[in-house]
């Protein structure tokens, strides 16, 4: 023992070193102990931020589950689905081609489209909001009140939106209330049924209509520039306006794919509905703030007009026209992504309103793009329109026609719409590219559509009509009636609606859904689609028709999409909706 | 320690030494390949207390007592030998490497351990024997090497040619959880650290496969670890080492693509097959065969315009070992310089130097310290710079197969007056100037990396509290920084040259001039480590028959790594922490019964403070039948039989995304933006849910293993089987519905077995002056999900459960369409309103796209007519081989040196899609020739040719097993051959000097003849990464 002490004092300096050492080491051990970088939920809904900051970004949060729909299915629009166009890309898996040749199941529909868990996460997030936003203390008021309640609406109105897009692809959805789910709570959630959702959708939109804001925008309440896009009170009744058109639909209303299925419609007919989605309508026209743009062009590109309902701001740059852009411009490239179809061609009427099938239209099919509606050069680019100070050429082999393995229109027509005015310019520059998600003409022909079905063909639906074909630049005709047969039957207007929801709205993703709820998809997309080969000899030019897609519907199924395959998998309470 | 202790007790028992017999004296030196050894016992045989050790030069001289006339040499580390003195000239002894001794060690966690007495499953080499392998990463000339060693290299270029590899195969579902633990010198180094290390610096390399070796590693152990040390000095005078080598790199394939005129009668006949107008006329034709119009019709060659046939690389190192009994060092210098295979486009307009290059420097200083009797310490500093450098913004070998970008006939190398031209077909639509216009003058990418480790420890004795016991501390930082920086330059004057009317036009939106150079970089990487470790040691034998040995470790570490963080946009990092204690105790009988203990109770901050710890325990015995004398007996050729097992638990802590599993975090999201003029609002958004209860994985480790040793240690055999159960994998969950609304955290569901075997096999022996070494390497893995979170899939066939982790999945083919197939489909689809749903006969792909003969035929496997997503099912193996087989030879005779390891890889499956075998994405290939076509519909080794690029005759699109490549290979991986001169023609002071010429990948035997790629390739990519290089080198080495 007093050898091992001897040996110890004898090294007692290495060892007190050594063990100094290591406690300095080791005792160094207040470090950082959790992830300070994270952030948890007690930072968004933060009980001493005043001014609100977090709880606003994680609102911005609920509004980025918004889409843009530019280019948004694979890289078309999702229009390119229905029977306005095909995509130039057209392959096995190209989003749209898949949709329009019925090419999907349960288990392989498309991403872009299969967007129920994208829903689910965005109604998840408002509901966080809703429930956590109370304990912000925002000092800011508006109408009197904290401010944090304009925000708390504007997350409704948003679940509202969504529960929209989940209603119009899949029927009724699993209604969450204000729920926000744990991994351990019961999530083997029965669908609710059509009618819960769209009284769920349009109560939520009576409910905050009041409390959002309201255009046009003025300060005190509110600031034009910091405010403009947010959802208002003429947001919040054209949704429920567009919900209760919908609902009135055939598909749903009287027309159910699975008649004692309430998850798929409404079990019976009921005239009313219509009444109700015209009333709706009406209210939004009732405001009385807004208008009609002269230019139609317009629409598109200034993003403070009279006509946005409610929109999705895009970026400012010039990708609509390097996507969907005529190729055959090394200067200005576009990539002709979007072909237009023949049959979108030939629904616009002449410039004096009358159908090109029309005897007295002066439709002249060696020169097809003379004297037509001047929608058609607003949308598409033809052969022979102007376009980048030349005139376009679609012709096989001509310029923007070439006819390589380079990506080219299939249809012999390009996308015009939502443009600059590139008319008479070398190069793109940039342009706001906003989505448009509720505009005025879209509530006037909902109108005209809701009136027709549960009024008849009264003179306000010929003016609402009427309207919309005057900014277009129809002639007004001597009756003033811009075209439109006087006297027609509710099913000859019901018909004049449909083809001018067609061309007003071309690629604002309004015909996709649109043949389906007034149930003709099974029609219009089992004939081949269309274009035009245009042969030059010398300088005639022959038109000559061809089929460029065989697209495919399968009816009754694909009227409403299935519920994604897992998610049947996944919990048994989760019906399949008929057919898939 | 114990070597020298080891050492000690051989010098005292030959000290007194008998004086008798012949008294002739001997005189002579020992090397290895590498140098001159001191320190090897030189003993006489039959005589065994006469011997001596070799000096600092490696000479010894010895008076020879006995009437053998045979010397042993016998050096830890190599193969004991026996030597005939036959005159009375110097004698030259060469040794061999060895790892089979029985008195071999192996290093494992903070210790060595003999073969004899070794329980678990370790396996290691000398650095020696792959020291003049030329590659710049250690990992990649382990491959044959090390049984349970698999590695993958999946690309050539400098600098980023390191082998991604696994100790015995993949056993987790977690991405991110197969990487082995690697420790260098008892401190963790990351994947990329590793393979800067100099191989001239290290001195043996182990890697740990069983739980028992890998048990005190503990929360870390599960995916083996490959533990490096380094050289350290061993006393005596300076001794000096030069190596110099250069080589030469050539890709292992050189890509063949057809020329113009084979490319464009291809082109047409996909256009007539698509029924569109064909591209080229027959004047065009005729022109690009005669070749008379080279600027209207060009023919270009583009690989050979802009590779060459061969770079070069040097490789040079230093070092000095030496020192005193207070002071021993090491330190060597190294210097590294790898070229591309990318031609110099030396352009007037611009000097920089965009090829591809990787330079390294090394540096290392190992010193060991003896402060007093007790008190050892040691420094180790090593640095490493390096330059990665690499074309701006192009991918030059991705660019030649891409046919969109660069076609034969596109574009001649150089315009009639010396400008650039550019892509001028319609097949080119981005129109780019030609590629060595942009390698030329589009800049470089440029990386410069600066690695640097500190190691301080410090070793107290404690014999006087009890004989055997020490204490360690240590103190290890290392950093990374690494910096990139960008020049590069936009406008590139191109050209389109018309000779019709010899006129020059200006590619669309280019400019005139040269734009100026821009500039830009950024600090990619910069990270640290600190880790602290004191542990206790002990080790003592009793009664000349308990040996025990324990070892108690507390170990502790911080690791930060700049990243972007979460709601901030500068640079900061949040340190990863780690801390845990581990004890081994290890008892053996004689050396015959053998047991040892390990277990760790560590943990680290990824886990919640409640979870963060966990204990795993491993077990191992051993059975050294040869010392039963019943056994010895019967069976005296034996030296060594021992049966061991090992089984115990390990984890590992590598969750995939969030670090922090148990926390939700909320993540920056997307802009949105209101107002009247475009006002972006910064938003947040709702990260994965956080999971409480989430914690490390754990396997389940069976080892049982035989070692064997025959003939005096000529034979040895080493074999193991292993069954690892690896659970509570972090996965994510596949079963619950979307309606929850958020992701779901990693959950610790996933299980897989993963079971093989691995072992080796050597024989060393004699014959007259030939030495030969001969072994073979074994490792097989197979690996099977016996559990993942997957929803019920649609079809049996669709589920991934019950195969192996990689598994691919895809359409079975069942050869191409024939003209009767298309008729009956046709006939069918007329007769049932035109779908070809219900064909039970023929079934067709759902994409709209009309089948045509020569298009490829997929097997239905649902039976509805359709060909869609529910017909996909497994194909092929993973990409990643399960059996990996090395065979080396090495044979020595005099000064002359070979050794050659041929290594193989077996059961893999590798695709090539996009770029790299498509047409019209890929250059036209000798493949492409062998197309379906109605004259060719038997031997067809390729679809019919088309345009659309997403038919069912795309690997993209319809991935199948007619692309898989059920995949093997057998390669010349590394091949050493020197010359060690004589003794008497070294001049003064220079004490060795070996000639040699080594190569690395010199042959490739595949069995595939689709693609032109290298086999370990990574499956379902473009094949555009830089093409793995053989390299053939010749070198010198002095030891001074």
């Known amino acids: 023992m007093a050898i091992i002490k001897n040996t110890i004092m004898k090294n007692h300096k290495n060892i007190i070193a050594a063990i100094a050492l290591i406690t300095v ?51 078309d629009y999702l229009d390119a689905a229905s029977d306005d166009a095909i995509s130039s890309a057209s392959s096995p898996t190209n989003v749209v081609t898949v949709l329009s040749t019925a090419s999907y199941n349960s288990y392989s529909l498309p991403a872009d489209e299969n967007l129920w868990g994208t829903y689910y996460g965005g109604i998840r997030q408002a509901n966080e909001f809703v429930n956590n936003i109370e304990v912000v203390p925002v000092l800011a008021k508006y109408k009197g009140y904290s401010i944090k309640y304009l925000w708390k609406s504007e997350a409704r109105f948003l679940r509202a939106m969504f529960y929209f897009e989940l209603l119009k692809r899949y029927g009724g959805v699993p209604l969450m209330g204000n729920k926000v789910l744990t991994i351990a709570d019961d999530v083997n959630i029965p669908r609710n049924s059509f009618d819960d959702c769209v009284k769920y959708i349009v109560s939520e939109c009576d409910a905050i209509k009041d409390s959002l804001l309201t255009a046009p925008f003025t300060l005190p309440e509110s600031d034009a520039n910091a405010d403009s896009h947010r959802p208002t009170k003429g947001s919040a009744l ?43 309508a009406k209210d939004v026209i009732d405001l009385n703030v807004y208008s009609l743009v002269p230019n139609y062009k317009n629409v598109f590109l200034d993003q403070n007009n009279p006509e946005i309902l409610f929109m999705r701001q895009g970026g400012n740059n010039n990708s609509v026209e390097t996507n969907n852009g005529p190729v055959g411009f090394t200067a200005a490239t576009g990539k002709g992504q979007t072909s237009p179809t023949q049959e979108l061609v030939n629904s616009f009427p002449m410039a004096n309103g009358l159908a090109i099938s029309d005897p007295a239209a002066n439709y002249n099919e060696n020169d097809p793009y003379a004297n037509r509606d001047p929608r058609l050069s607003y949308n598409i680019i033809y052969n022979g329109a ?97 075209g439109l047969k006087a006297g027609m039957t509710k099913e000859e207007m019901r018909a004049a609606i449909q083809n001018e929801r067609r061309i007003e709205l071309a690629f604002e993703e309004s015909r996709y859904w649109d043949i389906r709820r007034w149930k003709i998809a099974e029609t219009v997309m089992n004939q081949p689609r269309t274009g035009v080969s245009i042969v030059k000899l010398g300088s005639t030019l022959n038109y000559n028709p061809i089929n460029i897609l065989t697209t495919r519907f399968v009816a009754p199924k694909m009227y409403l999409y299935p519920v994604p395959y897992d998610e049947v998998q996944k919990n048994p309470n989760m019906k399949q909706n008929p057919g898939w | 320690m114990r070597k020298i202790i080891l050492f000690f007790q051989i010098i005292i028992t030959l000290l007194p030494v008998a004086l008798y017999a012949q008294n002739r004296a001997v005189t002579g030196k020992v090397r290895d390949i590498s140098g001159v050894l001191p320190g090897v016992s030189v003993v006489e045989k039959g005589v065994p207390t006469n011997g001596v050790t070799t000096d600092v030069n490696g000479r010894f001289s010895l008076t020879l007592k006995g009437s053998t006339n045979k010397l042993v040499v016998r050096f830890i580390g190599f193969a004991t030998q026996e030597v005939t003195v036959t005159d009375d000239k110097p004698l030259d002894v060469i040794l061999q490497t060895s790892t089979n001794g029985l008195d071999e060690v192996s290093v494992i966690a903070y210790g060595t ?278 074309p701006y913004n192009q991918n030059a070998v991705g660019e030649v197969y891409n046919f969109t970008k660069t076609t034969p006939f596109t574009a001649p190398y150089l315009n009639p007056n010396g400008t650039y031209s550019y892509a001028y077909s319609n097949f080119n639509p981005e129109h780019l100037p030609t590629l060595n216009a942009r390698l030329a003058t589009g800049g470089y990418q440029r990386s410069r990396r600066t690695d640097f480790n500190f190691l301080f420890g410090a070793t107290q004795k404690l014999d006087a509290l009890t004989d055997g016991l020490s204490v360690t501390g240590r103190i290890a930082y290392s950093s990374i920084e690494q910096f990139t920086k960008q020049i590069f330059n936009g406008g ?59 070892l108690l ?139 409480a209860n989430v914690v490390w994985e754990r396997s389940k480790k069976l080892d ?90 649609a079809y049996p066939w669709l589920a991934q459960t019950g195969y192996p982790i990689g598994q691919q999945y895809g359409y079975h083919s069942l050869g191409f369409y024939t003209a009767q197939d298309v008729t009956a489909i046709n006939t069918y689809m007329a007769g049932n309103g035109n779908s070809n749903v219900g064909n039970k006969n023929i079934a067709v792909p759902d994409n709209g796209i009309p089948i045509q003969p020569g298009d490829l035929k997929y097997q239905d496997l649902n039976g509805d007519g359709i060909i869609n997503v529910f017909d996909k099912r497994a194909i092929g193996n993973p990409n990643l081989p399960n059996t990996i ?72 699109a319809y991935f199948s097993d007619f692309w898989l490549v059920n995949a093997y290979y057998v390669r010349l991986k590394t091949i050493d051959i020197g010359y060690q001169l004589p003794n008497k023609l070294l001049p003064f002071k220079i004490n060795n000097a070996r000639l040699y010429l080594s190569a690395y990948n010199l042959f490739t035997f595949d069995n595939y003849k689709k693609y032109q790629q290298d086999p370990e390739i990574s499956t379902n990519t473009a094949g555009d990464a830089y093409i793995n290089q053989r390299v053939v080198n010749i070198g010198i080495q002095l030891g001074l």
């Open chain 1, 25 to 75: 080491i080791a005792g160094c051990k207040k470090y950082e102990q959790f992830p300070v970088d994270k952030v948890g939920i007690d930072y968004i809904f933060d009980k001493k931020d005043s001014a609100g900051v977090n709880a606003q970004k994680y609102l911005y949060g609920i509004y980025s589950v918004l889409k843009n729909g530019h280019n948004r299915v694979g890289t």
């Open chain 1, 238 to 280: 054209a949704l429920k306006a567009r919900v209760l058109l919908y609902a009135a639909s055939p598909l749903f209303n009287g027309g159910n794919i699975d008649p004692t299925n309430n998850l798929t419609g409404y079990t019976d007919f009921n005239a009313a509905r219509w009444a109700a989605a015209a009333a709706a």
């Open chain 1, 386 to 482: 102007q376009w980048l100070n030349s005139s376009i050429q679609t012709f096989e082999g001509g310029q923007s026609k070439p006819n390589s393995a380079l990506q080219q229109t299939k249809s012999g027509y390009y996308l015009r719409k939502f443009m600059g005015n590139f008319e008479t310019t070398n190069t793109y520059s940039s342009h706001n590219t906003d989505w448009l998600i509720l505009r005025y003409a879209d509530i006037l022909l909902a109108y005209a559509e809701a009136t027709n079905e549960s009024a008849g063909p009264t003179n306000d639906v010929y003016t609402t009509l009427g309207k919309i074909r005057q900014r277009a630049g129809i002639d007004g005709g001597g009756n003033g009636l811009y």
């Open chain 2, 113 to 390: 351990k003999k073969r004899i007495t070794n329980t678990g499953a370790v396996s290691s080499i000398s650095a020696s024997d792959i020291r003049t392998v030329p590659t710049a990463n250690v990992q990649n000339a382990l491959t044959g090497k090390l049984p349970g060693f698999f590695s993958q290299q999946g690309s050539g270029q400098p600098g980023k040619d390191a082998s991604d590899f696994y100790i015995r195969g993949v056993s987790s579902l977690n991405p991110a959880g197969n990487q082995p633990l690697i420790i260098v010198d008892d401190i963790e180094y990351s994947y990329d650290q590793l393979q800067q290390i100099n191989v001239n610096e290290i001195e043996n390399i182990s890697i740990l496969k069983d739980a028992s070796t890998t048990a005190v590693y503990g929360i870390k152990g599960a995916n083996g670890v490959l533990v490096v040390t380094t050289r350290r000095g061993k006393g005596g005078a300076p001794k000096v080492n030069v190596r110099v080598e250069a080589g030469t790199q050539q890709p292992t394939k050189t890509p063949k693509f057809l020329n113009s005129y084979d490319a464009a009668v291809l082109i047409n006949e996909a256009q007539m097959n698509d029924g569109i107008q064909q591209s080229f006329t027959q004047q065009d034709l005729d022109a690009f065969k005669n070749g008379n119009d080279p600027y209207g019709h060009p023919d270009v060659n583009w690989y050979d315009k802009i590779f060459k046939k061969q770079s070069y690389q040097t490789n040079a190192n230093l070092d000095i070992s030496g020192g005193t009994n207070a002071l021993k060092y090491f330190v060597s210098g190294g210097a590294l310089n790898q070229n591309g295979l990318v031609k110099d486009f030396a352009d007037p307009q611009s000097l920089v130097n965009t090829n591809y290059y990787f330079k390294r420097y090394n540096f290392r200083s190992n010193l060991d310290l003896k402060a007093n009797k007790t008190l050892d310490l040691r420094l180790d500093i090593t640095t490493r710079f390096s330059d990665l450098n690499q």
């Open chain 2, 492 to 550: 590139i004057p191109a050209y389109h040259y018309d000779p019709v009317t010899n006129s020059y036009a200006l590619r669309p939106g280019a400019t005139y001039v040269y734009s100026t150079y821009a500039l830009t970089g950024n600090t990619d990487l910069n990270s640290n480590n600190y880790n602290l470790q004191v542990y206790a040691n002990y080790d003592r034998t009793f009664k000349n028959a308990h040996h025990f040995s324990g």
């Open chain 2, 553 to 691: 470790l507390f170990n502790q570490t911080a690791n930060t790594a700049y990243a972007a963080p979460l709601l901030a946009g500068s640079l900061v990092g949040v340190p990863q922490k780690f801390r845990g204690v581990s004890g081994k105790l290890g008892y053996d009988y004689k050396q015959k019964y053998l047991l040892d203990f390990n277990v760790a109770y560590n943990g680290t901050d990824r886990f919640a403070a409640d979870h963060r710890f966990g204990i795993f325990p491993a077990v191992s015995i051993g059975y050294n039948l040869v010392k039963e004398e019943f056994f010895s007996e019967a069976l005296p050729m034996f030296s060594l039989f021992k049966i061991r097992g090992s089984y115990g638990l390990v984890g590992s802590d590598a969750a995939p995304g969030n670090r922090y599993v148990y926390n939700q975090v909320y993540n920056q999201g997307s802009p949105y933006s209101f107002g009247q003029t475009p006002n972006p609002y910064n938003s947040i958004t709702e990260g994965s849910l956080g999971n």
């Open chain 2, 704 to 793: 049982i293993g035989l070692d064997m040793n025959l003939f005096n240690d000529k034979l040895s055999l080493t074999v193991d089987y292993f069954h690892d159960i690896r659970y509570n994998q972090l996965i994510t969950p596949g079963s619950v519905p979307l309606v929850l609304g958020v992701d779901l955290p990693a959950v610790n569901i996933g299980k897989t077995r993963n079971q093989g075997f691995d072992g080796q096999i050597s024989y060393h022996g004699k014959a007259g002056n030939l030495q030969f070494n001969t072994g073979l390497v074994f490792s097989y893995a197979k690996n099977k999900i016996l559990f993942r979170d997957e929803a019920t899939p």
């Open chain 2, 885 to 956: 087989l090395g065979l080396s030879l090495q044979a020595i005779y005099k000064g002359f040196s070979v050794s050659v390891l041929l290594q193989g890889s077996f059961n893999y499956s590798f695709a090539v899609v996009g770029t790299g075998i498509e047409p019209f994405q890929s250059q036209f290939q000798p493949i492409h020739q062998e197309r379906w076509t109605p004259n060719n519909s038997v031997n067809a080794a390729f679809p019919r040719l088309g345009l659309n690029p997403t038919s069912v005759n795309s690997p993209t």
